[in-house]
């Protein structure tokens, strides 16, 4: 959708290597997200960001950290990536909590090799 | 912590039938909310549900929220095969900070 763009869209990485994706938004809205997304598992959320600095743990945070220093960009990184952590990620932003539907990126394809 | 449900995980539709697909909640919930990911795609925001009982339509798609707020169904009429995809439904955490997606529904339909 526009005002949501995420990059890469696809990544193929080594175990043990760090990677950072990056979700960035021209919407301005307060609210981001990161979630997974592997079969039989539907929509995992990893971490969210209620504003620049503020962010908070999602039900699959192990392994993965988020910064925000602006309200457009909200990384996601894999300090060491490992192969349970292919997956393809999806970030999405909300103007409100949940009070509103979310807009998704297009999502980043992850290998970890 | 909060679980949402969906039935059935998949579905094989006749081109032209119609189908429901259900989605329960572990817990009341404020509103329910719909999303459409295409095979390949994102998924895509459809629509909200806040009332008790409320019924929502959408060209061929029909939203219900049931009336005590723990369960919302979708029913596709006379399905065609740009309905192909995966349904979820979400609903918010008790806390309010953010959404439960259920599992999804995929919808494959057959020509």
């Known amino acids: 959708d526009a005002g949501i763009t995420q990059s890469p869209r696809h990544k193929v990485t080594e175990t043990g290597t760090p990677v950072t994706l990056r979700c960035h938004q021209t919407e301005n809205h307060r609210y981001m997200y990161w979630y997974r997304q592997d079969p039989g598992h539907g929509l995992r959320l990893i971490h969210y960001s209620y504003g620049v600095k503020d962010t908070d743990k999602g039900e699959v945070s192990d392994g993965y950290s988020v910064s925000r220093s602006k309200t457009e960009d909200f990384l996601l990184t894999l300090e060491s990536a490992t192969s349970s952590q292919t997956s393809v990620y999806f970030c999405?932003?909300?103007?409100?909590?949940?009070?509103?539907?979310?807009?998704f990126g297009s999502g980043t394809r992850l290998t970890v090799v | 912590g909060q679980q949402v449900m969906q039935i059935p995980q998949y579905q094989h539709v006749q081109e032209g039938e119609d189908f429901t697909t259900y989605c329960n909640s572990s817990t009341t919930l404020s509103n329910i909310q719909w999303y459409k990911q295409r095979p390949g795609g994102h998924p895509v925001f459809l629509i909200q549900l806040v009332k008790s009982g409320e019924v929502k339509k959408q060209k061929r798609l029909t939203f219900q929220f049931g009336e005590a707020k723990k369960n919302s169904s979708l029913h596709i009429t006379a399905t065609q095969t740009t309905d192909v995809g995966t349904y979820f439904c979400a609903g918010p955490e008790a806390a309010g900070n953010k959404l439960t997606f259920g599992g999804g529904t995929r919808v494959l339909v057959k020509p």
């Open positions: 999405a932003i909300s103007e409100s909590k949940v009070k509103e539907g979310y807009t």
